[in-house]
């Protein structure tokens, strides 16, 4: 069974730009939730989507913003890019209204703002 | 409110020794579930063991086991027989069942020492 994967697994841009990060749930999930995760820092929420709905936002600003497809893929579009948006941003998916079911990440993708 | 705590930033042990890192939680939800994953320098989150808010035994998983203690809403997870590949980032999580998200501690280190 093939895991969570994420793509680009890195991405370079500057400031002003606009980039798209991309995520594939493992097969029968349902949720899929993004995570920025600054150099040496914890996990910040960013958002939650369960059956093509945004379920749950973080304390981030709308230029964050993403969305979930029919196939339970989703995209997290970071739009005007800052430098204190490069960090790792990790997607993970699971089964949605079990709380026993773990989230399963993907490798994540390593944002670089130059 | 902080939700999940780790009070230990960073936790040194012995290879060969155990470890025990610390976890409290705060929800008013009757069930919820208890997660720990590990994170290495590669950036990988690893899902490591759960436990259920009504499971009457401590979670156990190879050398992970968990120690529940529902009336201190604690969580602490035990490493026995540490080794180098341990070193990594250790993170607890919880899973409420009506808020269905997901809610990281910040941390801790653990460096494993030859």
């Known amino acids: 069974e093939a895991g969570v994967t994420q793509s680009p697994t890195h991405l370079i841009k500057t400031r002003g730009q606009q980039a798209t990060l991309r995520c594939s749930p493992i097969?029968?999930?349902?949720?899929v939730y993004w995570y920025q995760q600054a150099l040496g820092l914890g996990l910040q929420f960013l958002l939650w989507?369960?059956?093509?709905?945004?379920?749950n936002r973080g304390n981030f600003p709308p230029r964050f913003s993403g969305r979930q497809f029919p196939n339970y893929s989703s995209e997290l579009n970071v739009n005007a890019l800052e430098l204190e948006d490069s960090a790792l941003y990790l997607c993970?998916?699971?089964?949605?209204?079990?709380?026993?079911?773990?989230?399963?990440f993907g490798d994540g993708t390593r944002l670089s703002i130059l | 409110a902080q939700k999940i705590t780790q009070t230990q930033p960073g936790m040194f042990v012995q290879e060969k020794e155990a470890v025990t890192l610390d976890c409290t939680y705060d929800?008013?939800?009757?069930?919820?579930?208890l997660f720990w994953y590990k994170q290495p320098s590669s950036g990988e989150m690893i899902f490591l063991i759960y436990?259920?808010?009504?499971?009457?035994q401590n979670a156990t998983e190879g050398r992970y086991s968990l120690n529940f203690q529902k009336a201190r809403k604690s969580a602490n997870l035990v490493i026995s027989a540490s080794q180098l590949g341990d070193s990594a980032m250790y993170f607890c999580?919880?899973?409420?069942?009506?808020?269905?998200?997901?809610?990281f501690g910040p941390g801790t280190r653990l460096s494993v020492l030859p």
């Open positions: 993970a998916s699971s089964l949605a209204r079990e709380s026993n079911q773990p989230q399963h």
């Open positions: 097969s029968g999930h349902t949720s």
């Open positions: 989507y369960d059956e093509g709905e945004e379920r």
């Open positions: 929800t008013s939800d009757p069930s919820y579930g």
């Open positions: 436990q259920g808010s009504y499971d009457q």
């Open positions: 999580a919880m899973r409420e069942i009506y808020g269905q998200n997901f809610v």
